[in-house]
């Protein structure tokens, strides 16, 4: 590979960030939803209900998105919509509910599976570093609009 490659944070972080999320599609493959939908799942129940504003924010995705991700899940019978004036809240159908212990149980291995394959290499203290790298980038991003 070419050196430049290599000294690029864009082109590594963007090769890391590839091969995780075919990992995370593969595994999420047999309930038939992406990752990103599982997870938004996990968010609803934690929550209990949430406004479409608050899961863009909190999964610093666009609102466009949140639409889009809302409207799939809904169709599956994942999610209810409850409005409120010009309010909308979004809680668990109970199909999602029953969908959870599947969709844990996939997370779990799956973060297994991520860190066998990186744990040699990094350590606890540097996913913390990760993260932050994640957040600062994601503030500067939100700063800049």
Known sequence: MQEYLYDSFYF????????ITRIADESFKP??????YGYLLLLINEWKELSPTKISETLDIKPSTTTRFLDKLQKLGYITRRTEGKYSYISLSPLGMSKLPEIQGIIETLEFKITKMITAK?????KVVFTEIADRVSEKVKEAK
Do not use: C
């Open 31 to 36: 309930i038939g939803i992406p990752p990103s």
């Open 12 to 19: 590594t972080l963007s090769r890391l960030n590839r091969n």
């Open 122 to 126: 990094v350590s606890e203290r540097q």
